[in-house]
């Protein structure tokens, strides 16, 4: 077999496998941070409820988000139950999608012989993939990848309507990327028709190119088909719910979140450029050479491959710039700009393998891998005292691949085998050190092991913060105040009196530095702690 014909086809395999790596195992861990149980919780509610249009927390309306992600949930828990990996289902078919969309949007832009075009498709595919911000942002239950899938084949929709001449193709093409903007703002609110509005801005800026009178023209029927998509939900949940949705969905998680502090997420003005550097590993050294040789592109070249890195760059940019002036910064923000970044990296490698020279990027790629191995070696060992051949099995991947990728002349080969490093060295890790690392960071064993004890049934006084899984693994039963916000036991003496009298035992959560407060007084029970947390049954 030729050689490059073996390495299509080890392209394609490792890419089904990391296809289906995309829905692995989501349930290895639990429901972690302040939003991915709020939000599974808060589509379960829906789904128990039978209520595709009104999002409730506690019984509490929930209008900080739109409905998409919720919708999804809702799809998922009807096939196959509730579990915190249904809930997690539609983020990781989010991923795959946005995967698609790169390959398809690649494969059409880039030009060359059809087996380069197929090999080539295959080899960004399975950069896409590997990048450590899509698979974490896949695997969990939030809105950031899915507003990333909406908007990546809006622009991918409006990138291949701008590339072809086929008046047919492209009029079905600007079709699809009003449809998609319908569904963006259905995903994440206005930064749906934000992001695309000023990513196809900059693309003209950047080309210093006016846009062609179709483009203009489909304003006229495209708006409304992007109105009448995100109308679905917006119109009934404004009817039904009228200014109360209006203020605190638009006004507050909008506009005020974008212009002030409120939510206290401030992070500096160069932010984002650093977290977009960490979204792109292991490939980041070759986003940086991209941008190193952004200099020598044929900025306004009729070519599909000159089109396609300004786009993409305009498509980093934008967000980028527009994120940096808000007053609330969170690192998902700018997910959506992570598939552009994939296709200048891409890009990259491409140049690579064609004229191999400048060989840096790849050599620092395998050092990075190399220290990350040996890194984790020390910490798993030494730090977590995880077990030896735990510890080795995870490293082993990224030390091997990394030498490899060192001495390597063949880039095919060596993307693989990275990639395949990352498949490897991730499934090691969930399945034997991950569990135990995150057990400290949800609820869901304590809740778990007060259930075995017979205590499934009572209420829950839980502890507001970073950990907020106690809302979905406790569902049902956790107390809520007027607010719609968590009850903790030293801020509610007068629930803990009247279930005393009443001889209702409470469950409640404490901070593992107050447990001492508890061990001593009569009528308390402590069933255990997570090192972080601990769970007492109050009697």
Same mark, same amino acid.
């Given at each position: 077999m ?10 394609f ?33 829906m ?7 009104t ?14 992600l ?5 799809a ?22 946005t ?13 060359g ?14 950069? #896409? ?14 809105f ?29 093409m ?15 609110g ?21 846009p ?19 109308? #679905? ?19 507050q ?26 979204l ?7 986003l ?48 959506? =700009? ?17 004229k ?25 060992i030494? #730090? ?16 091997i ?9 063949r ?30 960071e ?17 209420r829950?006084l ?11 693994y406790?569902?049902?039963r =956790?107390?809520?105040g007027q ?8 801020? =509610?003496?007068?629930? =803990? ?12 959560? #404490? ?9 001593s ?19």
């Open positions: 030729h050689p490059s014909t073996l390495a299509k086809r080890v392209h395999l490792l890419l089904l496998a990391f296809i289906a790596f995309y829905f692995y195992g989501l349930g290895h861990l639990p429901l972690v941070g302040p939003d991915e149980p709020r939000y599974a919780q808060v589509g379960r509610e789904f128990l409820r039978g209520d595709w249009i999002p409730t927390l506690g019984g509490h309306t929930w209008f900080e988000k739109p409905a998409l919720y919708w999804m949930e809702i998922a828990f009807h096939v196959f139950g509730v579990h915190d990996w249904s809930a997690r289902l539609g983020p990781a078919l989010c991923g795959v999608l995967v698609v969309a790169i390959w398809l949007l690649t494969r059409q832009a880039e030009f012989a059809k087996d380069d075009q197929i090999s080539r498709g295959h080899v960004t595919s399975l950069i #896409v993939a590997s990048c450590l911000g899509m698979l974490v942002f896949s695997r969990g239950a939030s950031d990848i899915v507003i990333t899938m909406t908007t990546t084949w809006a622009l991918s929709c409006f990138l291949l309507s701008e590339l072809g001449e086929d008046l047919r193709r492209q009029t079905l600007r079709v699809g990327f009003y449809f998609f903007v319908g569904l963006s703002l259905l995903a994440k206005l930064v749906g028709i934000v992001i695309p509005a000023g990513v196809i801005g900059f693309y003209y800026l950047l080309r210093l190119e006016w062609r009178r179709a483009l203009w023209v489909s304003l006229l029927w495209g708006s409304p088909l992007a109105i009448l998509v995100s109308a #679905v939900w917006y119109g009934p949940v404004i009817y039904k719910h009228g200014w109360v949705f209006v203020n605190e969905f638009f006004v998680h909008h506009f005020a979140r974008y212009l002030s502090n409120k939510y206290h997420h401030p992070q500096p003005f160069y932010f984002y450029p650093a977290i977009l550097l960490m792109t590993l292991p490939w980041t050294s070759f940086i050479d991209a941008f190193i040789r952004a200099k020598n592109w044929n900025w306004r070249g009729p070519q599909n491959s000159s089109r396609l890195l300004v786009f993409s760059l305009g498509w980093i940019l934008f967000p980028i710039l527009f994120f940096s002036f808000s007053g609330s910064k969170l690192p998902g923000y700018i997910l959506p =700009v992570l598939p552009a970044a994939l296709i200048l990296i891409s890009s990259s490698v491409h140049r690579l393998q064609e191999q020279d400048a060989r840096w990027p790849m050599i620092v790629t395998g050092l990075l891998l190399v220290f990350v191995g040996v890194g984790g070696l020390f910490y798993g030494r #730090v977590a005292h995880l077990s030896v051949l735990c510890t080795g099995l995870a490293a082993a991947p990224f030390i691949a990394g030498a490899f990728s060192i001495v390597s002349r880039i095919d080969w060596a993307v693989s085998a990275i990639a395949c490093s990352v498949l490897l060295g991730i499934v090691v890790v969930l399945n034997c050190a991950a569990l135990d690392l995150s057990r400290r949800s609820t869901r064993d304590l809740l778990r092991l007060a259930d075995s004890r017979g205590y499934s049934g009572l829950v839980a502890l507001p913060g970073d950990d907020r899984s106690a809302e979905f406790a569902s049902g =956790v107390i809520y607010g719609g916000e968590v009850q903790p036991v030293h801020d =509610v003496p007068e629930i =803990v009196a009247d279930a005393k009298k009443r001889n209702e035992r409470l469950l409640a959560f #404490v901070a593992i530095q107050d447990l001492y407060l508890y061990r007084r009569p009528g308390v029970e402590v069933i255990g702690d997570n090192g972080k947390l601990a769970l007492v049954c109050l009697y």
